[in-house]
């Protein structure tokens, strides 16, 4: 299994970005794919995920009513669209596939 990360950036706080996890020797559809987050000098730390099979989202309390995960089967495809950007949120994010599975990561940074 291969996870692509792409869509991170340069962004002024309240700004919005929209990752993109594409897969390719898995399907998207019938695992959990998440978004992790690691922030300069602190650990990895898990952002948001989406269930297999279904719709069920759930999301960081610090990022709730900001950022949303949502997933394209046909695509093979999990986003992260992140609104109202918070210097706070820069980091490198990672998507993952069941945690078994981990993409390369891209660069968010936030500036204030």
């Known amino acids: 299994v291969q996870l692509q990360a792409s869509g991170g950036g340069l962004v002024q706080a309240g700004g919005s970005l929209r990752l993109s996890c594409k897969a390719s020797?898995?399907?998207?559809?019938?695992?959990?794919m998440g978004w992790y987050r690691q922030a300069p000098g602190k650990a990895r730390e898990w952002v948001a995920d989406?269930?297999?099979?279904?719709?069920?989202?759930a999301h960081l309390d610090s990022v709730k009513g900001r950022f949303t995960i949502s997933r394209d089967n046909a695509k093979n495809t999990v986003y992260l669209q992140m609104n109202s950007l918070k210097p706070e949120d820069t980091g490198v994010y990672y998507c993952?596939?069941?945690?078994?599975?981990w993409g390369q990561g891209t660069l968010v940074t936030v500036s204030s």
């Open positions: 993952t596939m069941a945690t078994l599975y």
């Open positions: 020797g898995g399907y998207v559809g019938t695992n959990t």
């Open positions: 989406i269930n297999a099979g279904s719709s069920i989202t």
